[in-house]
């Protein structure tokens, strides 16, 4: 069994930060790429930002510098720094991740529960 847990979300004004967390647990044996999601209501899921097992990174334009995604493999846990929030940010941040679950390669792919963020104006 593997899980995937957010953390960090909450109310904040335009122009603060939050960090997300996303803990990883479970069977692992290693992490693949992470990734971050949100959804805002009555849009469709948009990819934020992704970070790969050896730490390459991508960014949505929209949260281009800004937002700075990392992780640490001794932890299992990825994290999502966001910076100068907008009230556009506002929505449900979900992690994502392929996980390797034993030595002979099996994978796991799945989602955590989401964390709200909400940027007030």
């Known amino acids: 069994q593997v899980q995937l847990v957010e953390s960090g979300g909450g109310l904040v004004q335009a122009g603060g930060s939050l960090r997300l967390s996303c803990a990883a647990s479970g069977s692992i044996f290693s992490i693949d790429a992470m990734h971050w999601y949100r959804q805002a209501p009555g849009q469709s899921r948009e990819l934020v930002a992704e970070?790969?097992?050896?730490?390459?990174?991508n960014y949505a334009d929209a949260v281009k510098g800004r937002f700075t995604v990392s992780r640490d493999n001794a932890k299992n846990m990825g994290y999502l720094q966001m910076n100068s929030l907008k009230p556009e940010d506002t929505a449900v941040y979900s992690c994502?991740?392929?996980?390797?679950?034993?030595?002979?390669?099996?994978?796991?792919?799945?989602w955590g529960q989401g964390t709200q963020v909400t940027v007030s104006s």
């Open positions: 994502n991740a392929m996980i390797i679950t034993d030595l002979y390669g099996s994978r796991w792919y799945g």
């Open positions: 970070i790969t097992s050896n730490g390459t990174t």
